[in-house]
T-cell receptor
Framework: TAGITQAPTSQILAAGRSMTLRCTQD?????MYWYRQDLGLGLRLIHY???????GKGEVPDGYSVSRANTDDFPLTLASAVPSQTSVYFC???????????FGQGTRLTVV | RKEVEQDPGPFNVPEGATVAFNCTYS??????FFWYRQDCRKEPKLLMS???SGNEDGRFTAQLNRASQYISLLIRDSKLSDSATYLC?????????????FGPGTRLSVLP
C-alpha cells in the first residue's frame, strides 16, 4: 500500500516563483493536513481539509493556498515564494476524528 | 502558553536504561492522544495511541491523566535503535477545527 505520497522530495526555488507541492493518499481518508516543520518550532498547521470540497486555515496560512477537489489529492501552492518559506513540509491524512494521522515522506523546500 | 509542551531534551541514556518522557496539554477538551517517533529528516510515525486506562506495547508504556492534562511515555531496556525524537500529539477541536497539535518533541540518544 502506497499510503500517502508527496512530490517532489526536495526543491530549490527562486524567491518570487510559484510552486505546488503535491500530496496524494490512497487510503480514502476524509481529513488531510499540511504542516511545516522548522527547527525549534515543531510542526505547525498550514491548512487542513476535513472532507473533499472543504478547506480551512491553520496556524500559519499566509502565503499558502490549498484545494481539495477530490478525496485523494491535497496540493499546497506557494504563489510567490519567500525565503521564510524554507522548511520541511509534511502532508498528513486521517480517517475518522480521533484516529491517528499518517504522514507523507516530506518535501524539503529551500527558497533562495 | 503552548498548547502541547514537552521537555526538548536531549536525553542521553546508556543502553538498557529506562527513560520517561512527559507532556502536558492545555485544552481540556482534547479528545485523543498519541506518541509519534521521528527519525532525523524523516516523517513522524505513530509509536502508540494513549488511552485513559494506560497501555503497553512491548518495552513502551503510555499513560494519560486527563485531570492533570498530562501524558507520559516510558521506555524500558533502551536500545540504540530507540534514538529518535519523540513527539507528543493531541487531537483536539480548537481554533483550526479538529486537528492534531504537536509538541516540540523530546530528543533521545541511546548510547552504547
Amino acid at each position: 500500500t502506497a499510503g500517502i505520497t508527496q512530490a517532489p522530495t526536495s526543491q530549490i526555488l527562486a524567491a518570487g516563483r510559484s510552486m505546488t507541492l503535491r500530496c496524494t493518499q490512497d487510503m480514502r481518508h476524509n481529513a488531510m493536513y499540511w504542516y511545516r516543520q522548522d527547527l525549534g518550532l515543531g510542526l505547525r498547521l498550514i491548512h487542513y481539509s476535513n472532507t473533499a470540497g472543504t478547506t480551512g486555515k491553520g496556524e500559519v496560512p499566509d502565503g499558502y493556498s490549498v484545494s481539495r477537489a477530490n478525496t485523494d489529492d491535497f496540493p499546497l501552492t506557494l504563489a510567490s515564494a519567500v525565503p521564510s518559506q524554507t522548511s520541511v513540509y509534511f502532508c498528513a491524512s486521517s480517517d475518522r476524528p480521533n484516529t491517528e494521522a499518517f504522514f507523507g515522506q516530506g518535501t524539503r523546500l529551500t527558497v533562495v | 502558553r503552548k498548547e502541547v509542551e514537552q521537555d526538548p531534551g536531549p536525553f542521553n541514556v546508556p543502553e538498557g536504561a529506562t527513560v520517561a518522557f512527559n507532556c502536558t496539554y492545555s485544552n481540556s477538551a482534547s479528545q485523543s492522544f498519541f506518541w509519534y517517533r521521528q527519525d532525523c529528516r524523516k516523517e513522524p510515525k505513530l509509536l502508540m495511541s494513549v488511552y485513559s486506562s494506560g497501555n503497553e506495547d512491548g518495552r513502551f508504556t503510555a499513560q494519560l491523566n486527563r485531570a492533570s492534562q498530562y501524558i507520559s511515555l516510558l521506555i524500558r531496556d533502551s536500545k540504540l535503535s530507540d534514538s529518535a525524537t519523540y513527539l507528543c500529539v493531541v487531537n483536539m477541536f480548537g481554533n483550526y477545527g479538529q486537528n492534531f497539535v504537536f509538541g516540540p518533541g523530546t530528543r533521545l540518544s541511546v548510547l552504547p
